[in-house]
């Protein structure tokens, strides 16, 4: 089954999916491993790829600290191009506790099997936790045609 892209010209070709409870914890400056990952192999390489991160759970421990995310292709590219991450979440105040869902269009290239992998960083020394309190995180990863 494929789905038009409504005035896009492209489709989405496939869709797979994978959820996780498993909780990461950082106080590392650098890029860490969340156990959040799906693999998905694309039919063309002209195909870009929607990576969605939903429900994820976090806990930035204390006031001042900085939780940071991004993907890794084959958990050796960076997609963000930043050392910060997509997006990062501030306690300033106090512990911060909630949800954070994500997503990046990647074009891999590739008709081989490609894996996307959640990572993670405290951005000033603090613990952060992904998935915080087994928070049910949903990984998704859409094949759209290219044109």
Same mark, same amino acid.
Not at 8 to 12: C, F, K, L, V
């Given at each position: 089954m494929s789905v038009s892209l409504y005035g896009?010209?492209?489709?989405?070709i496939q869709i797979v999916s994978a959820t996780n409870s498993t909780s990461t914890s950082t106080s590392s400056s650098s890029f860490v491993a969340t156990n959040l990952a799906i693999t998905i192999t694309p039919q063309s390489t002209t195909s870009k790829i929607l990576i969605m991160v939903? !429900? +994820?759970g976090f806990d930035t421990q204390a006031s001042g600290r900085q939780i940071a995310p991004t993907f890794y292709r084959n958990n050796t590219t960076e997609l963000t191009g930043n050392s910060l991450g997509f997006g990062t979440l501030y !306690? +300033?105040?106090s512990q911060i506790q909630g949800s954070f869902n994500c997503g990046f269009v990647d074009s891999p290239s590739t008709t081989s099997a490609t894996t996307y992998t959640l990572y993670l960083k405290s951005n000033n020394g603090g613990t952060v936790i992904?998935?915080?309190a087994?928070?049910?995180t949903t990984i998704l990863a859409i094949e759209i045609s290219g044109s």
């Open positions: 896009s010209g492209q489709t989405a939903i !429900g +994820g !306690g +300033g105040n992904w998935n915080a087994t928070a049910l």
